[in-house]
């Protein structure tokens, strides 16, 4: 199984960040599909989920206000949109998969630096 984030590098406060991991070697209609991130110098905080099975989602009580998640099942993708960003929204953003949940991971992406910054 292999996971890639895409999406720009930097983004502008205020703005809207947007980021999708493509999926090969399994299928985002099974399993549970999370985005998690780790600002500089901090540890790793997850984001939000889709459950692969149905389709709905999980968003950390401190992000739900700002974060949607979605997919495409076309595309074997899903996204990320964290909405009005601040610079204490850069991180490098990580897409993760689980067989079970959201505590632990059994593959994940590289990662993608996002930088906030005017």
């Known amino acids: 199984v292999q996971l890639q984030e895409s999406g720009p590098g930097l983004v502008k406060p205020s703005q809207t960040l947007s980021l999708t991991c493509s999926v090969s070697?399994?299928?985002?209609?099974?399993?549970?599909w999370s985005w998690i991130r780790q600002p500089p110098g901090k540890g790793l905080e997850l984001m939000g989920a889709?459950?692969?099975?149905?389709?709905?989602?999980y968003y950390s009580p401190s992000l739900k206000s700002r974060t949607s998640i979605s997919r495409d099942t076309s595309k074997n993708q899903f996204t990320l949109q964290l909405s009005s960003v601040t610079p204490e929204d850069t991180a490098v953003y990580f897409c993760a998969m689980a067989s079970s949940g959201w505590s632990s991971y059994d593959y994940w992406g590289h990662g993608t630096q996002v930088t906030v910054s005017s």
């Open positions: 889709v459950v692969g099975f149905s389709g709905s989602t």
């Open positions: 070697g399994a299928s985002i209609t099974s399993n549970y």
